[in-house]
């Protein structure tokens, strides 16, 4: 299954599938204290549940206000926030 980006609806609890939408391409955000969009498995929606990484990435961004993952250093970007 092939991995997709999808948009935050910024209403719904972060940590659902059912709170996103597929987008074309990249987000345009990055950095900031709300979940902006995630890159995961799925077709017209994620797949639910989301992934145990995906959910942690979502905590950690919320915590830390940037992409992630962060480590390792260089890591492709899961999780992208925004202001």
Do not use: E, R
């Amino acid at each position: 299954m092939a991995n997709f980006w999808y948009a935050y609806n910024g209403v719904g609890d972060p940590t659902l599938a059912s709170s996103y939408s597929k987008i074309t391409g990249a987000p345009g955000c990055l950095n900031g204290p709300t979940v902006c969009a995630i890159y995961v498995q799925g077709g017209t929606f994620p797949v639910s549940p989301l992934p145990a990484n995906i959910l942690q990435y979502i905590a950690d961004g919320q915590a830390k206000s940037v992409a992630q993952p962060q480590l390792p250093a260089g890591s492709k970007f899961f999780v992208y926030l925004k202001s």
